[in-house]
């Protein structure tokens, strides 16, 4: 059995416990935005522990659109890291939970076509790409 390592931010830590403990009946939308979210669960690139993080809801097809935005930081968040190592994730949305595997998009309409969709459910996004010299990752998560 793998080791939890919960989110070390307050907020987000909380927002995890809240969602996961109701089952995907509470906690479904990002702090105070109203905006749906779902969980990742991923596998930690350095510590090998299982690791939980509230994302943005961005459902495309039968999959997900992941977008490590970090609010337009310098610096990836450390996720985008985990999911490099360890494409395999399971995402919990509202009360389903689905076992994924991520790839990271690389192809440029491709790209555009889930950074659209993200910034529809998610407006601020633009901002945050205006912001930093980073190209913001963009991951798809598909059904295994």
């Not at 994302?55 to 495309?60: C, S, T």
């Not at 610096?75 to 985008?80: A, C, H, K, L, T």
């Not at 994730?89 to 689905?98: G, L, S, Y």
Request: charged fraction near 30%; aromatic fraction near 10%.
């Amino acid at each position: 059995m793998t080791d939890y390592i919960p989110p070390s931010a307050d907020w987000v830590r909380k927002q995890v416990e809240l969602y996961e403990s109701s089952g995907g009946t509470e906690g479904t939308t990002l702090r105070d935005t109203g905006l749906p979210c779902i969980i990742v669960t991923h596998i930690g690139n350095k510590t090998g522990a299982m690791r939980k993080i509230p994302l943005m809801r961005v459902a495309v097809g039968s999959g997900y659109v992941l977008i490590g935005s970090k609010g337009g930081s310098v610096e990836n968040p450390g996720w985008v890291y985990n999911l490099r190592a360890h494409p395999d994730v399971e995402i919990r949305d509202k009360t389903e939970v689905f076992k994924m595997r991520v790839r990271e998009v690389k192809d440029d309409q491709e790209r555009e076509r889930l950074w659209d969709a993200g910034a529809k459910a998610f407006p601020p996004y633009n901002d945050y790409q205006a912001k930093t010299s980073r190209k913001i990752p963009v991951f798809f998560a598909e059904p295994i």
